[in-house]
Structures are given as structure tokens and as C-alpha cells.
């Protein structure tokens, strides 16, 4: 049979441009299909960041107009293989020239204009996909305008839909976005209280639903975490699938990973020198015994940042060091940088977007603290685990699916873990974490070889996805 032809359709794409976990994904997952098996390539915007390294072996394919409303978009079209996968991008300097991904106040029109490129370009990419996979709100229009206005043109094609985060769904008032939106009618798919809603259109128009863990998954089917979209995800049971994220295991290799220190594979020694390298690089006081605590996250409501400043004082009150790398809402860096210049010898809050040093706070910490309100997936704990480091997680999403309580009895599990949204119920379990490890060095060593036994790769995932792109093309 031939393989299977699958075109990803992306706002990120690591390393080409990244703000968080779908960059990741959409960087590792089509390289873990087997490849005799599936041709998977990536389509993306051609921001103007993208490194020039690879820019400047980008290949101009084509170009072409777009109708937005009235205007005829230009659509540059450019190729680019990297590491057994081809790349397209899609140009207008308009629509991507800009100093970030996203935060602009056109930002439903350029991806309106985006999930249009991405249909128009197939014919000119000769890429016919069996699997048209669109993710998160700026490419849900891709499944929904194949549905309502390209059907003719594709009609092998099957759609994928993947929900990394329902939190964000485009949301526009109709007569703001009817004119880009080149359509005649208001559609049912898409209302949502006299709005429209691009993650709805996705849900109901794409064959296949799928969020980033089988929790999560679950989840969004309650109001608690539907972010009013759980009627629509109970009404897509049927579709809809959790499948949990990896991470990419040879960029997150304490073994090869070029930002470290010091290189270690699963050697308790090298990774405490990474520990004293940090210290000594944030100006903490050098102490190979106390445990670092670190955190690594945007600064946002749903990451759980007011649990954090909720018992802040009570966690550095322990014998511990705390480091959190991060960048998001003002008020939250403000607040952080504040306690850290309170406590100058045990914590420092790092307001920056630093891959480099992510990489080096991963190796060097004891601790990997994740207590985040809702999780679709979360790759930190998948990351923190690789390096050795123990996360300390709340049960929601894909941390439940990863992360499971420590037992010393038995040996079993690999980070600790607490149920409710609740501060206090975190720093118990802080402390339960800070005295095994004082306390107990043979559980803890025990704990930490558990974590650099828990693989989260994309191999077993990839097969997932796999399977489900065969039943809705009618291969299996
Ligand atoms: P989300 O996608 O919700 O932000 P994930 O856990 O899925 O959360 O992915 C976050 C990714 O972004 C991880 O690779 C993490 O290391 C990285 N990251 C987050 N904040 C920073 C930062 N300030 N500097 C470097 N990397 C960061």
C-alpha cells in the first residue's frame, strides 16, 4: 500500500518558531512516524524569526493571491528538508513580518489568511494529503473551510484536529471577522453566543478530535475545565481521543545536550556538578546538599503561579533553593522578582524566554514543580524526568497521566503528586519531597533512577495517531 501522505498544519514548529508545548510537538511528532510507512511533512508561516541559518536555505516554490475579503493577498510559497522532513512556509510579509508569533490585534485575519493558504498551497506543493492535521485555534479553520468550501477539491483528504490548549479558541465578534471570513452565512458549527468560534468550527468539521493526554480528554467534557466548550466536546465523544505527548528524547538528552555543563548519563555526580555550575552562575550560595526547587513555565493563570506566591515564604523557609525561569503576565514577574530580591541567597526568578538555560535548570535542579490549574499534556515533567529531576505536580490533564506518587515501600513511581487546586495541599507536598530528600538518600536515588526510567518519547504516541489516521481513511 502507499504510504500514508499526512500534511501538519501549524503556528509553531520547533526550531523554526516556538512559544510553548505545540512548537514542541509539532517538531518532534511527524518525526516519529515510521517512515515506511507514513510521509508526513509540516506547513507553516514564514515569521520573521525563523533563524536565518535556515532561511537561507529555504527554497522559493511558488507564488500566488489569496482572497481576505476584498484584498488579494500575496502568498509566497518556499520548501525547506530538514532531518528526513520537508517544511513548507507560507510568505506575506504583511501577515508575518512582525517582532512576535502572535498577540497582534489582526491576529484572527492572519490566520483566517494562513488556513486558507494552507488548502490553496496543495496543489502547487503536489502534496495530496490522505491527513490534513490542523492544531489549536489559528489552524481550526483549516478542517472547517475544507468541509464548507474545498470538499470538491479534496475529497480523499481526512482531517485531524488536535486541541493542545481549549483555553484559546479565537474568539471574534461575526460581523468583525464575516468579510475575512469570505462567507455568505453565519455557520452553525462556528456559533457561539452570537460570535464566532474558530475551535468549535474545528471540533464539529474535523473527522478526528484528538487532545494531548486521555485525561485531558476527559476533562474538557466538564465545565470546570470546558472553558464553554465541554458541550461540544460531550456532543464529539464519539471522535474524540486523548493521546499523550512526548518529548523529543535527542534534543532533551542529558547526554548530548550541548547547553549543559556538564554532559551525564544517569550519573547522580555529574548532574549535582551541573547543580553547583547554575549556583554559581545565578550567584546562589554553593550548597551541593541543599535541594534546588525550579520552575519553568509561562507566567499565567493556568500554570498555577498564585499557588506558588500563595505559600512562597513557607517554601523558602525550607532548607531549599528555588529558581524559576519564566516570562507571561507583568503582575506575576513583578510579584516574583519582588520575593526574589527578598531572599537574594535561596531564590532567583529569571523574567526571560531562554531555551540555554531552561536546558541547564532541567539538569541542575532536584525539583521540578508543575502545579498547574489544567494541563492538556505538559512537557516540563516529561523533560524535568529525562534529566533526572522530580516533579512535583497536581493531578490534572497530562501531569496525572505522566506523574505518578512515589511509594518507598515498593520503589514505585517517579515524582509526587497532589489532587486539589489548593496552596497548602502543595507545600505538604513540597515538604514531603524536601525530607525524603534529606532523609532518606537511598529512597531518593531509588525515586531519581525511576525518573530516568520513565521514557515519554513519541514512538508509542506516533503509533497512536497512526491508528486512528488509518480508521478515518478506511486503511485499517
Ligand atoms: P505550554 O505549552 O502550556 O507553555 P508545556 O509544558 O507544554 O507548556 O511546554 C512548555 C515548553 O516551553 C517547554 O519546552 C519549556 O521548557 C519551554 N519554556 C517555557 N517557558 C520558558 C522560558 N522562560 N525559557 C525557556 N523555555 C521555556
Redesign the pocket.
Known amino acids: 500500500m502507499d504510504k500514508l501522505k499526512v500534511l501538519f498544519a501549524a503556528s509553531e514548529c520547533y526550531p523554526f518558531a516556538?512559544?510553548?508545548?505545540?512548537?514542541?510537538v509539532i517538531g518532534a511528532l511527524p518525526q516519529a512516524f515510521p517512515k515506511d510507512e507514513v510521509d508526513a511533512r509540516v506547513i507553516l508561516p514564514k515569521y520573521d524569526s525563523i533563524p536565518w541559518e535556515y532561511v537561507k536555505d529555504f527554497e522559493y516554490l511558488t507564488n500566488f493571491w489569496i482572497k481576505v475579503g476584498d484584498q488579494n493577498q500575496y502568498c509566497g510559497l518556499f520548501k525547506y528538508d530538514f532531518d528526513g522532513i520537508t517544511y513548507y512556509f507560507v510568505d506575506n510579509e504583511h501577515y508575518f513580518k512582525r517582532p512576535s508569533l502572535y498577540g497582534f490585534y489582526d491576529d484572527a485575519e492572519r490566520f483566517i489568511f494562513f488556513s486558507r493558504a494552507v488548502l490553496e498551497s496543495i496543489p502547487y506543493i503536489d502534496f495530496y494529503p490522505d491527513i490534513l492535521h490542523a492544531n489549536d485555534w489559528q489552524t481550526s479553520l483549516v478542517p472547517f473551510f475544507l468541509k464548507e468550501q474545498y470538499a470538491w477539491h479534496y475529497t480523499n483528504t481526512r482531517t485531524c484536529y488536535t486541541i493542545?490548549?481549549i483555553k484559546y479558541q479565537g474568539l471574534y465578534g461575526f460581523d468583525d471577522v464575516r468579510h475575512i471570513l469570505n462567507l455568505d452565512y453565519f455557520p452553525a458549527q462556528m456559533e457561539y453566543y452570537n460570535k464566532v468560534n474558530f475551535m468549535k468550527a474545528a471540533m464539529y468539521t474535523a473527522d478526528l478530535v484528538t487532545t494531548v493526554s486521555p485525561t485531558y480528554a476527559e476533562e474538557i467534557k466538564d465545565p470546570y475545565y470546558g472553558e464553554g466548550l465541554d458541550g461540544v466536546a460531550r456532543d464529539i465523544d464519539w471522535k474524540l481521543h486523548g493521546i499523550l505527548?512526548g518529548i523529543d528524547e535527542s534534543v532533551y538528552n542529558p547526554q548530548t545536550d550541548k547547553a549543559l555543563y556538564v554532559n551525564y548519563t544517569r550519573s547522580i555526580k555529574k548532574k549535582a556538578e551541573n547543580k553547583k555550575r547554575l549556583q554559581e552562575e545565578l550567584g546562589l550560595p554553593v550548597k551541593p546538599d541543599v535541594p534546588l526547587i525550579s520552575m519553568?513555565?509561562?507566567l499565567v493563570d493556568?500554570?498555577g503561579v498564585d499557588l506558588l506566591l500563595g505559600v512562597i515564604h513557607d517554601i523558602l523557609h525550607m532548607d531549599v533553593q528555588l529558581v524559576v525561569?519564566?516570562?507571561g503576565d507583568s503582575e506575576y514577574e513583578r510579584r516574583l522578582s519582588e520575593v526574589a530580591a527578598q531572599y537574594p541567597d535561596k531564590m532567583k526568578a529569571?523574567i526571560?524566554?531562554?531555551?540555554a538555560?531552561?536546558h541547564k535548570i532541567?539538569a541542575a535542579s532536584d525539583m521540578f514543580l508543575?502545579p498547574s490549574k489544567f494541563?492538556?499534556?505538559?512537557?516540563?515533567?516529561m523533560?524535568a524526568l529525562r534529566y533526572g529531576t522530580i516533579p512535583i505536580v497536581r493531578e490534572t490533564g497530562g501531569l496525572k497521566d505522566s506523574i505518578h506518587y512515589f511509594n518507598p515501600e515498593t520503589g514505585e513511581g517517579n515524582g509526587f503528586t497532589f489532587k486539589t487546586y489548593n496552596a497548602h495541599d502543595m507545600l505538604y507536598t513540597i515538604q514531603k519531597a524536601v525530607n525524603l530528600y534529606y532523609d532518606h538518600k537511598d529512597e531518593w536515588r531509588q525515586l531519581v533512577n525511576n525518573a530516568f526510567e520513565s521514557h515519554y518519547n513519541w514512538r508509542s504516541s506516533a503509533q497512536t495517531y497512526l491508528y486512528w489516521y488509518k480508521k478515518i481513511t478506511g486503511r485499517l
Open positions: 516556538k512559544s510553548g508545548g505545540l512548537g514542541d493542545h490548549n505527548n519553568i513555565t509561562r493556568q500554570k525561569l519564566g516570562t529569571l526571560e524566554f531562554n531555551e538555560l531552561s532541567y508543575v494541563e492538556p499534556c505538559g512537557l516540563t515533567q523533560i
